[in-house]
């Protein structure tokens, strides 16, 4: 039911994506819109934005507007990721809306679709730290540090690849489930937000 999205296939289209130049902002569409994979590219594009994002937004050297674009782009790409790791659990649930969970199955608090996320956000800090480590003009303890800092990511991307696995093979055996919890992120509704809607709530 679900040898599309292996977790090592989800795993190595990150570092396939990475090793492309025109990643992420002139890349474009590889699968079939709407589909699970869709959201699933969409949702590690987003994150490589942001990660860039947050790099800049970091500087010291640019004018104060600069740093407030970055800000906004921040929120509009972090509201985009959460949308889409909504709409790959959405895919993942209708493909086991006939399975049962026997009484005994675990209830699993993360989703499927955020374990997802999570391995994206690792894969960025080993492309990163993976660069760090090769710095030439960097002394040698920083060289150990950034080594050991990244064999420990790449121990939890396959601490991740096996949770990830674990629960959608449980969840078609019966044997785990999870729900969806909507990110339901008040400060961009316009409605809600009240220094957007003038409305301050005391």
Not at 42 to 60: K, P
Not at 120 to 132: A, D, F, R, W, Y
Not at 174 to 179: I, N, P, Q, S, V
Request: with cysteine; glycine share 2%.
């Amino acid at each position: 039911m679900f040898e599309d999205i292996k977790a090592q296939a989800i795993a190595d289209f990150h570092d396939l994506c990475h090793a492309s130049l025109d990643w992420p902002t002139r890349s474009p569409r590889t699968h079939a819109e709407d589909s699970l994979w869709y959201w699933l590219e969409s949702n590690h594009r987003y994150n490589c934005q942001l990660w860039a994002e947050e790099d800049q937004a970091r500087r010291r050297d640019v004018p104060d507007a600069a740093i407030a674009s970055n800000k906004r782009n921040i929120d509009r790409y972090n509201q985009a990721r959460n949308d889409a790791i909504e709409r790959i659990d959405e895919h993942i649930l209708a493909r086991l809306e006939n399975i049962t969970p026997s009484a005994d199955a675990w209830f699993n608090s993360e989703t499927a679709g955020s374990i997802i996320d999570r391995l994206s956000i690792v894969s960025l800090k080993i492309l990163h730290m993976g660069k760090q480590s090769l710095r030439t003009n960097i002394n040698e303890a920083l060289r150990e540090e950034s080594q050991g800092k990244l064999a420990r990511l790449k121990l939890q991307r396959q601490d991740l690849q096996f949770c990830l696995d674990e629960l959608l093979d449980g969840y078609v055996a019966g044997r785990a489930y999870y729900r969806i919890y909507r990110q339901f992120k008040m400060y961009n509704d316009p409605r809600m937000n009240p220094y957007l809607s003038k409305q301050i709530i005391q």
